[in-house]
């Protein structure tokens, strides 16, 4: 059992991500709501998924009528971003029970990460809180998701509404980055991506080959612009 001020400190550290869990997590559950999911249906997916992201681009996906392989690879594609944070916090990992850090790994999410990684490099901190880090938010981020699904059923938001949650948020986490030439080629090149895919007849793929499109863009032309430098 993990030590009383163990837990206080796991808890104050994860205060910020669950207060704003609590922000976007009633979108995500209205969305959810919005597609036929019920209040089981999200919780099991907040807890077996835990992607907030791809819990977000399911049913907006889905609303646009997007192939379920699409579905699935979009959300890969954006959940790959987990094998750099397991990267990154293995070395913390190297004398823990293992069962402790396959939990550790699977429960670990961008802002978590962000709190834990912080918490290692300025005080004497444990795969443990950090765990126990990850189990506060994400306990807040299930809750917030149910939450939503009641909201959405209560007040009967119109699915356009609904659907542009997603997009709303990934604005907001858009304008939030670190304004560098990679970033912004990289949202560019992504939209123009996406816009001329649904010309051509593939609105299915077009956010998958959208984000391909300006990952690899961004990528190659970060390195010519390096090389050209040096």
Avoid at 11 to 16: G, H
Avoid at 117 to 138: I, P, Y
Avoid at 167 to 173: E, Y
């Amino acid at each position: 059992m993990p030590k009383r001020e163990h837990l206080s400190q796991s808890l104050r550290a994860a205060l910020p991500v669950m207060l704003g869990y609590l922000v976007i997590g009633i979108p995500c559950g209205v969305l959810s709501a919005s597609v036929g999911m019920n209040a089981l249906q999200v919780l099991l997916l907040a807890v077996l998924f835990y992607s907030g992201a791809g819990q977000f681009m399911i049913p907006n996906m889905w609303i646009a009528a997007n192939p379920i392989a699409s579905i699935v690879a979009s959300v890969s594609l954006v959940n790959t971003r987990q094998i750099l944070y397991g990267v990154s916090l293995a070395r913390h990992c190297q004398n823990t029970d293992k069962r402790l850090t396959y939990l550790f790994a699977a429960s670990v999410t961008d802002e978590s990460f962000g709190v834990n990684t912080h918490q290692f490099a300025s005080r004497e901190w444990s795969v443990g809180r950090a765990t126990l880090v990850n189990l506060f938010s994400q306990t807040s981020w299930t809750a917030s998701c149910v939450a939503g699904v009641f909201v959405g059923n209560a007040l009967d938001i119109p699915l356009p509404i609904a659907s542009f949650a997603m997009t709303s948020i990934f604005i907001c986490l858009l304008l939030m980055q670190r304004r560098s030439f990679g970033t912004v080629l990289a949202a560019l090149v992504a939209a123009g991506g996406v816009v001329m895919a649904k010309l051509v007849g593939l609105g299915g793929a077009a956010i998958l080959i959208g984000a391909l499109l300006g990952v690899a863009g961004a990528m190659a032309a970060t390195s010519v612009r390096q090389e050209w430098r040096s």
